[in-house]
């Protein structure tokens, strides 16, 4: 079974900085698209960051040049490096990727989510 693990959130204070990782484990022929979303309380998900397999990145306007996502095909991992963090990046992340399996069209996979809490 394919499942996306994450880790790294807690919490941090105004202007400090959190690496976020998310590893995908099981039977997987190849990983698409990963990205981060967010949800904070009240507010729908949205996207933070997303990366494509030959590494083009795309970012929500108010994390540019303060967030980077990149990956590590080898490991079937995408990171976010979160700096000068804001109490309105508090929110529960969440990791995503597209995977391709043998004998299925590719799917989208969710992480359980990871809290980060910025304190002012």
């Known amino acids: 079974q394919v499942q996306l693990v994450e880790s790294g959130g807690g919490l941090v204070q105004a202007g400090g900085s959190l690496r976020l990782s998310c590893a995908a484990s099981g039977s997987i022929l190849r990983i698409n698209r990963m990205g981060w979303y967010r949800q904070a309380p009240g507010k729908q998900r949205e996207l933070v960051a997303a990366i494509t397999t030959g590494g083009s990145t795309n970012y929500a306007d108010s994390v540019k040049g303060r967030f980077t996502i990149s990956r590590d095909n080898a490991k079937n991992t995408v990171y976010l490096q979160m700096n000068s963090l804001k109490p309105e990046d508090t929110a529960v992340y969440y990791c995503?990727?597209?995977?391709?399996?043998?004998?299925?069209?590719?799917?989208?996979?969710w992480g359980q989510g990871t809290q980060v809490t910025v304190s002012s």
């Open positions: 995503n990727a597209v995977i391709v399996v043998l004998s299925s069209p590719p799917y989208d996979l």
